[in-house]
């Protein structure tokens, strides 16, 4: 892909979905069909204004609905048509989804542990970190790879998934992909395209600091 030694060129812009009950409730979703808040949809409306100002000309999301509802709004603001894919949806984590992160910490300490040190776990008997880039990354190249120079594609995604394909995009071991800190409901990265890749321009933008509070934590 092309682009100048200033990081010009095609941009993605990864944003996470609004608020969620089960967000305030620091439940874990994973792939349940979750759908957002009064105030999640509030925040989809903000956000999508912003991110508007962008002149995105590509929106793909993930099918679930908390996603598909957020992308809806960037939708409504630039008329643009969103597509959605399954391959971005959030980590399948088995047993894990439904329970509070007090109920994981106690019940999967050791399997919490091992999963915060960066090691290859499989929470709740679901996907490992990066299965879920293997299904996710190449989707958001694909879209990427069809906007015109100077382009934007605008990604609406989960804290997790945006996290591991930021982290295959950027090259790193998987091991490190924990350093990349999680995204606020509704807030974006932006990646920009550089003479020798992906760069991270922007991390968890488009609010005052709030607290993180997903399957990402």
Known sequence: MSGGQG??????????????????????QGSTDIELTGTGVAQAR?????????????????????????????????????????????????????????EITSRYAEQYAAWKRGEPVRRGGGELETEVADRAAPVVLEHAEKLPRDGTLVVVSHGGTIRTTIGRLLGLEARHWESLGGLSNCCWSVLGEGARGWRLMEHNAGTLPEPVLGDDT
Do not use: C, M
């Open 7 to 28: 990081g010009t060129g095609r941009r993605i812009v990864l944003w996470r979905h609004g608020q969620t009950s089960w967000n305030l409730e620091r439940r874990f």
């Open 46 to 102: 903000r956000a999508a204004r912003l991110l508007a100002a962008l002149e995105p000309d590509a929106v793909v999301a993930s099918d679930l609905k908390r996603a598909a509802a957020t992308a809806a709004e960037l939708a409504a603001v630039t008329g643009l048509t969103v597509a959605h894919d399954a391959a971005l949806r959030e980590t399948y984590a088995g047993e894990w989804q439904g329970l509070t992160h007090d």
